[in-house]
């Protein structure tokens, strides 16, 4: 069966940094795309960053210089570092999966999702 395991959030304040874990089992990491996205009270969910199959790497331009995605083969997990948190980036994070090369098109209600996890910035 395939999983995925989001966790990590939590309560920080403004210029802190938290370390998301998405960790995946019933499939193997290093043939999936995997990204992570996140969602806000009142707001639509939208893409945050994705690593590809081939470790290329996405970010949308909002995170860019801030967080950092990387995975981990042989724990089967996908990071997300995330640093210099705004308030705007509270949101619950949600990691999602497909099996595709590249990061194109992911976030599909037909993908692969984790349950999410809250991340809170305080000001």
């Known amino acids: 069966e395939v999983q995925l395991q989001a966790s990590g959030g939590g309560l920080v304040q403004t210029g802190g940094s938290l370390r998301l874990s998405c960790a995946a089992s019933g499939f193997t990491i290093e043939d999936y795309a995997i990204g992570w996205f996140r969602q806000a009270p009142g707001k639509e969910r939208e893409g945050v960053s994705c690593?590809?199959?081939?470790?290329?790497?996405y970010y949308a331009d909002s995170v860019k210089g801030r967080f950092t995605i990387s995975s981990d083969n042989a724990r089967n997990t996908v990071y997300l570092q995330m640093n210099s948190l705004k308030p705007e980036d509270t949101a619950v994070y949600y990691c999602?999966?497909?099996?595709?090369?590249?990061?194109?098109?992911?976030?599909?209600?037909?993908?692969?999702w984790g349950q999410g996890t809250q991340v809170t910035v305080s000001s």
């Open positions: 999602a999966a497909r099996f595709w090369p590249t990061c194109q098109g992911l976030g599909a209600p037909s993908d692969y």
């Open positions: 690593i590809s199959s081939s470790e290329t790497t």
